[in-house]
């Protein structure tokens, strides 16, 4: 017997990681851990434990098991919050949030509802730990598409132009989730290019990554030669360290307000 509900749930993860230039709006590259903290009034990991629908958004409750940036100290002394994202089928470009799931969540207050607003264009996102077991549990179709976890190595610009910028990322594979046309081991050092993605790629820093095996064709007709390329899938590659980066950014943003500034 088909289990509706269990695919309605795959479906609505599968959305989390689906490229926002797929649905009806257009976000382009999202910012940064840190641009994403210095633009939202609260910042926090969530676990989702109630999701009740409101004309074309979700009003979701989530009880928080960390705080990061609390502005006017909206989180102060709450074990429960309601944080609003427009619904999965909606026109807008917020995601949603299943319940029974943890999501690092960067929200902003709307000044005109004085509801808080977790908005897809931002970085609000299944927690790292989630997010790799979600892939593991996915049976992804494409044969040209390799999946793993590993560390950064070296990292260099190559070139900006019309299409952004340009680097090359060195990554030392940890774990492959999932092969692509050229098996790979552990161990093994991955060089892949990265365009116009928002992450900042610091050495030694963890992620797991998706990207696409391919070819680049140089030469004259009949003269061809072939060099085998990898380019990441910036949108589904996220930082397994973001919880680290995120702790420190609070905690020089309390030292700000202890000194004044």
Same mark, same amino acid.
């Given at each position: 017997?088909?289990?509706?509900?269990?695919?309605?749930?795959?479906?609505?993860?599968l959305?989390?990681?689906?490229?926002?230039?797929?649905?009806? #709006?257009? #976000?382009?590259?999202?910012?940064?851990?840190?641009e994403?903290?210095?633009?939202v009034?609260?910042?926090?990991?969530g676990?989702v434990?109630?999701?009740?629908?409101?004309?074309? %958004?979700?009003?979701?409750?989530?009880?928080?098991?960390?705080?990061?940036?609390?502005?006017?100290?909206?989180?102060?002394?709450?074990?429960?919050?309601?944080?609003?994202?427009?619904?999965?089928?909606?026109?807008?470009?917020?995601?949603g949030?299943?319940?029974?799931y943890?999501?690092?969540?960067?929200?902003?207050?709307?000044?005109?509802t004085?509801?808080m607003i977790?908005?897809? #264009?931002? =970085?609000?996102?299944l927690?790292?730990?989630?997010?790799?077991?979600?892939?593991?549990?996915?049976?992804?179709?494409?044969?040209?598409?390799?999946? %793993?976890?590993g560390?950064?190595?070296?990292?260099?610009?190559?070139?900006?132009?019309?299409r952004?910028?340009h680097?090359?990322?060195?990554?030392?594979?940890?774990?492959i989730?999932?092969?692509?046309?050229t098996?790979?081991?552990?161990?093994?050092?991955?060089?892949?290019?990265?365009?116009?993605c928002?992450?900042?790629?610091?050495?030694?820093?963890? %992620?797991l990554?998706?990207? %696409?095996?391919?070819?680049?064709?140089?030469?004259?007709?009949?003269?061809?030669?072939?060099?085998?390329?990898?380019?990441l899938? #910036?949108?589904?590659?996220?930082?397994?360290?973001?919880?680290?980066?995120? =702790?420190?950014?609070?905690?020089?943003? =309390?030292k700000g307000?202890?000194?004044g500034?």
């Amino acid at each position: 017997m088909i289990n509706i509900k269990a695919i309605f749930l795959a479906l609505s993860l599968l959305y989390l990681l689906m490229p926002v230039n797929s649905y009806a #709006c257009s #976000c382009g590259a999202k910012p940064s851990v840190k641009e994403a903290f210095n633009a939202v009034d609260i910042v926090f990991i969530g676990k989702v434990i109630a999701v009740q629908k409101e004309d074309w %958004f979700n009003k979701n409750t989530l009880q928080v098991k960390e705080s990061f940036k609390d502005s006017d100290n909206y989180l102060l002394n709450k074990t429960e919050v309601e944080i609003w994202s427009k619904r999965p089928w909606g026109a807008g470009c917020s995601g949603g949030m299943p319940k029974g799931y943890s999501f690092i969540v960067y929200a902003k207050k709307n000044e005109r509802t004085n509801h808080m607003i977790a908005h897809w #264009c931002g =970085r609000t996102k299944l927690i790292p730990e989630e997010h790799l077991q979600m892939i593991k549990g996915i049976q992804l179709k494409s044969d040209d598409l390799i999946i %793993f976890t590993g560390a950064v190595a070296d990292k260099k610009l190559i070139k900006i132009d019309k299409r952004g910028k340009h680097r090359l990322i060195t990554f030392k594979i940890d774990e492959i989730l999932r092969q692509a046309l050229t098996p790979l081991q552990a161990g093994e050092v991955l060089e892949i290019r990265a365009v116009d993605c928002a992450h900042s790629f610091d050495k030694g820093e963890r %992620f797991l990554i998706e990207a %696409f095996e391919g070819k680049d064709r140089t030469g004259k007709p009949g003269y061809y030669q072939y060099t085998k390329t990898y380019t990441l899938r #910036c949108y589904a590659t996220t930082s397994l360290d973001e919880v680290k980066k995120l =702790r420190n950014l609070s905690i020089l943003e =309390r030292k700000g307000k202890q000194n004044g500034n």
